[in-house]
């Protein structure tokens, strides 16, 4: 069949199942006796390998196979869940994601013959003892049929019944034949009895038989329907059905009968009759989350896209509609669209929790690593935030949890001799406020060394030499400059001395805000500050040479009138003191290359943070704070120095939307 | 008329597999199931011509949904879906009521051949 276009779906439904592996892993070693883990581990590992078989992944399926078969003696407490088994578990999650992603991309295979035998070994251990004996024993070719089957015959034909003979030969591909020949007796038992088989039904449980066997039956139905039966069976190669002599009893088929080879198969023995009871129903947690539709993210934007102008031409509609009659029916059409944006805009958004998912697993691994025990917290990882952050959020707070465990955790004895618990605690939550979200990383261990950052911070000349003692939020300031890092040794897990200002510069790309809080030797806490969606901004509308410009409102400090007498020239830049502070000032207009303003009276001017410091944008005129939709604007007019986007005004106008970060210097 | 089915499978990628496979031979998937709760509810709302059931599914495992489902209909032609080494399963699925049984990976010819012997 051809299944490559579900190539996507297998993809994302094979990585989620990835994910819950890692996360079951995790949960098991730290409670290794709890069964539902390890049947969820299970029915993951089953359903990856069913997955992948059915997209002929072999190898990922024979893999999913090996870590089923040491997931499913864990199930059954044939084998004890060690801390080598778990080491095992947990690398061969990461083959099984290697292999995937390569099985993916179709990129070569990475051979994972290595991790097969390890997975093996631990299967071979706890079977060896219960192989059973191989069996060398013939199966009985005779198609006589006993003395006591004889007289049965005898009696059943002097009460109406006809003794048939039926071969059925199976096809040669059948899998499970042993069920097969179980369906056979199912249906055949529904008309007739059986007196006897060939060979015996041991062996056919068993499998030890070629492709067909014969039954000897008693039935009132004819032949054919016999026959018919038989042949309305799954994967039946043909059968032949006779009527059996009621003189002596003898087959007359006999000379058909094959000599059937003996497998030699150390097939564990399971009764075709006798079947185990089955284990009771497993009680399922209900991590994963119910009623979920998976959507390509393009289809999402294009809806958003679509609900952000109906939103505008609403607007639009409403405006006009002004003193009108109709404005009663319009309420309606605005109330009904504004809900419609807000869902819309909801679908944008996904919980934290899928960054955060990644880290207990990275934790424990780094932990291990650098021999510290560590505990990792997290709170609020429900809270949702906006697809587009979530994707970029993640190597950020991959940074800060490294530099927790690296340079903030100290070692275990140096713990205990400062009389703080032994094991370490890294804590990462995301929480709502107002429009924001703040995602915090704490960790109980050294804090900031604010002599130390003194020091090299001096060395690296990014203070003057005998500068005084720093504050906690200067040291931070500090941290976060690029190329400063304190790092004694550079170690496999940071400190390459890039990193903190690449944290900074990503956060401050998402609109967003990142602070240090630390008391010294006793915690270091950094919190992230990001608005809930990166679609819809608040802005302030102004206009420059006539055009309305949007400029986020994050950035705003303050609106100020300035007068034409207050303005100084330094080193022939517009100035004025603001505050006892200088405050540079700009012409937007002329900033974006439109013509310069030419006003007499006082002057309205924005003042704007940029990378910490405030400057002053002087424009013609001040319309007011707006919720505005961002579109991007893609193709030729892309990375305009100065422009971030533009938005359609509720009067049909478009606005470009400022990007304060790249219009001066 | 064509035949209507209703697949159960708790992963959507092996539901998707099967859909392609019947749909392109005349059938009619009527519904997709992902648990056994879900399959026996939906059994009674839709009232398949036939299901396909795997059997490891959280939940309800397979063989509860097909006595449930037996309960409910005595003569629903039920197909279990199973991976090698499931064999105690697949036979307490038969002697269930189950009809017939496929082993994944499915062949397509399999699927057909089985769908049309259970429904004829």
């Known amino acids: 069949m051809d299944i490559s276009s579900f190539k996507d779906v297998f993809a994302a439904e094979a990585r989620d199942y990835l994910q819950s592996l890692n996360e079951d892993l995790l949960s098991f070693e730290k409670n290794p006796g709890d069964k539902e883990t390890v049947d969820d581990m299970f029915r993951a590992a089953h359903s990856l390998k069913g997955m992948a078989g059915t997209m002929g992944f072999d190898e990922l399926a024979e893999f999913t196979h090996e870590m089923e078969s040491v997931l499913d003696l864990l199930r059954n407490q044939e084998l004890e869940p060690t801390i080598d088994v778990i080491n095992i578990l947990f690398r061969s999650v990461d083959t099984l994601e290697i292999l995937l992603e390569q099985t993916i991309s179709e990129e070569p295979i990475t051979p994972v013959r290595e991790q097969i035998v390890a997975l093996e070994a631990l299967v071979r251990k706890t079977s060896v003892s219960e192989r059973p004996d191989q069996q060398q024993d013939t199966a009985p070719l005779s198609v006589e049929l006993d003395e006591f089957n004889r007289e049965t015959i005898k009696q059943a034909v002097a009460q109406g019944y006809v003794a048939l003979a039926v071969k059925v030969v199976l096809r040669a591909n059948t899998i499970l034949k042993s069920v097969r020949v179980y369906t056979v007796f199912q249906a055949v038992e529904k008309v007739a009895t059986v007196i006897q088989s060939n060979p015996s039904v041991q062996e056919l449980e068993e499998e030890k038989f070629d492709n067909s066997f014969i039954l000897t039956i008693l039935t009132k139905e004819p032949p054919e329907s016999i026959q018919n039966i038989v042949e309305n069976i799954s994967e039946i190669d043909r059968v032949e059905v006779a009527v059996l002599s009621n003189e002596n009893g003898k087959q007359r088929m006999a000379d058909e009968v094959e000599t059937a080879p003996l497998e030699t198969a150390a097939t564990k023995k399971q009764g075709l009759t006798q079947t185990g009871p089955l284990a009771p129903a497993p009680v399922v947690r209900q991590h994963r989350p119910e009623a979920l539709v998976r959507v390509e993210t393009e289809r999402l934007d294009k809806l958003i896209n679509l609900v952000g102008e109906l939103v505008t031409s609403r607007t639009q509609v409403v405006e006009m509609a002004k003193g009108d009659d109709s404005i009663g029916a319009l309420d309606q059409l605005d109330r009904v669209t504004t809900e419609l944006q807000y869902a819309a805009m909801s679908l944008r958004m996904v919980a934290i929790k899928q960054v955060f998912d990644r880290f207990p697993r990275m934790v424990r691994d780094l932990a291990q690593a650098s021999g510290k025990d560590i505990d990792l917290k997290i709170f609020g990882e429900m809270t949702e935030l906006d697809r587009s952050i979530v994707n970029q959020i993640g190597d950020p707070l991959v940074h800060l949890i490294r530099n927790s465990i690296d340079h903030g955790l100290e070692p275990k004895d140096e713990r205990v001799a400062k009389s703080k618990p032994a094991t370490g605690t890294i804590t990462l939550g995301a929480r709502h406020e107002g429009s924001h979200i703040l995602i915090e990383i704490s960790d109980d261990g050294q804090g900031l060394n604010l002599e130390k950052i003194r020091e090299k911070a001096i060395e690296r000349g990014l203070l003057n030499p005998g500068h005084g003692e720093l504050s906690v939020e200067e040291a931070g300031d500090l941290l976060f400059s690029p190329g400063f890092s304190t790092a004694q040794a550079v170690t496999d897990l940071s400190g390459r001395g890039v990193g903190l200002d690449a944290v900074k510069s990503t956060v401050e790309s998402l609109s967003g805000t990142i602070e240090i809080e630390s008391e010294p030797g006793q915690f270091l806490r950094t919190i992230i500050k990001l608005p809930l969606t990166l679609a819809i901004i608040k802005a302030l509308l102004v206009v420059a040479d006539g055009e309305t410009l949007a400029i986020p409102i994050q950035a705003v400090r303050e609106n100020i009138q300035v007068e034409h007498s207050q303005i100084k020239t330094v080193q022939q830049h517009s100035v004025i003191m603001l505050r006892n502070e200088v405050l540079p000032l700009y012409d937007l207009a002329e900033c974006l290359g439109f013509e310069p303003l030419k006003v007499d009276g006082p002057l309205p001017v924005i003042v704007v943070e940029i990378r910490g410091q405030k400057v002053g944008f002087v424009v013609e005129d001040l319309i007011g704070q707006q919720e505005i939709v961002i579109k991007s604007i893609r193709g030729i007019l892309n990375d305009i120095r100065g422009i971030a986007g533009a938005t359609v005004l509720g009067n049909g106008t478009i606005a470009l939307i400022i990007d304060n970060s790249t219009l001066i210097g | ?120």
């Open chain 2, 1 to 120: 008329m064509a035949k209507t089915v209703l697949i159960t499978d708790d992963t959507a990628f092996m539901r998707m597999t099967l859909r392609n496979v019947i749909e392109k031979n005349g059938y009619d998937v009527v519904g997709e199931a992902g648990d056994g709760e879900e399959a026996v509810s939906l059994y009674q709302e839709l009232k398949p011509d036939m299901v396909t059931m795997d059997i490891t599914m959280p939940k309800m495992d397979g063989i509860t949904a097909i006595k449930e489902i037996m309960k409910i209909d005595p003569q629903a032609k039920i197909i279990v879906c199973s991976a090698m080494g499931q064999k105690p399963m697949v036979i307490e699925a038969l002697s269930a009521g189950a009809k017939d049984f496929l082993v994944k990976p499915f062949d397509a010819e399999r699927v057909v051949e089985s769908l049309r012997k259970i429904g004829s």
